[in-house]
């Protein structure tokens, strides 16, 4: 009877802790912008090709342009190398 009350207990435990979140970069962008919300809430916009243009955006708002650390960069193309017989 304790092994199920404990097992009872464990499925309880996991059911209410919250989920992870998610990874807020996109890593199709260089750039994104930091938007805060209050002194320590803040999300991340993840859509601007350069600095400039997330500045731009930026510009009178509480938020600031930072550099995507999971910039994936852009799709190399394979060359294939041509065979001359």
């Given at each position: 009877m304790r092994i199920l009350i404990l097992?009872?207990?464990a499925?309880?435990?996991v059911s209410t802790t919250p989920s992870?979140?998610?990874q807020t970069?996109?890593?199709k962008y260089p750039v994104c912008l930091q938007i805060y919300q209050g002194y320590t809430d803040y999300y991340f916009e993840c859509g601007y090709t350069s600095m400039p243009q997330c500045q731009a955006s930026a510009s009178g708002r509480s938020?600031?342009?930072v550099v995507n650390p999971y910039y994936a960069g852009p799709k190399r193309r394979v060359q294939k190398r041509r065979r001359d017989y």
């Open positions: 097992a009872a207990f499925v309880a435990a992870a979140r998610a970069y996109d890593p938020a600031q342009c």
